[in-house]
């Protein structure tokens, strides 16, 4: 059974930084893209920044810049920098893991960008 398990999500000023971490436990079939996406308030879930097996990225136009996504595939993990964070990247963020076979979601993780 796959788990993914997000944290590192909170409260902070327009301007700050966050770090969400995401850890992926299983069995889980090689290779893998990991990413991030997010849902705001009366919107649809939507990709935010995506890494494959092979460390390519790939960001919404709304986060290029400002946000970083890696991987530390030895100990099957995904981070998202957040830095210079502003109002409309409330939501909820979800970490998401997409093989040849399934994709699979963890929990969610709250960020709240509010002075």
């Known amino acids: 059974q796959v788990q993914l398990v997000e944290s590192g999500g909170g409260l902070v000023h327009p301007g700050g930084s966050l770090r969400l971490s995401c850890a992926v436990s299983?069995?889980?079939?090689?290779?893998?893209?990991m990413a991030w996406y997010r849902q705001a308030p009366g919107k649809q879930r939507e990709l935010a920044a995506a890494?494959?097996?092979?460390?390519?990225?790939h960001y919404a136009d709304s986060v290029k810049g400002r946000f970083t996504i890696s991987r530390d595939s030895a100990k099957n993990m995904v981070y998202l920098q957040m830095n210079n964070l502003k109002p409309e990247d409330t939501a909820v963020y979800y970490c998401?893991?997409?093989?040849?076979?399934?994709?699979?979601w963890g929990q969610g993780t709250q960020v709240t960008v509010s002075s």
């Open positions: 890494i494959t097996s092979d460390d390519d990225t």
């Open positions: 998401n893991v997409r093989t040849s076979a399934a994709r699979y």
């Open positions: 299983g069995n889980i079939f090689v290779p893998y893209t």
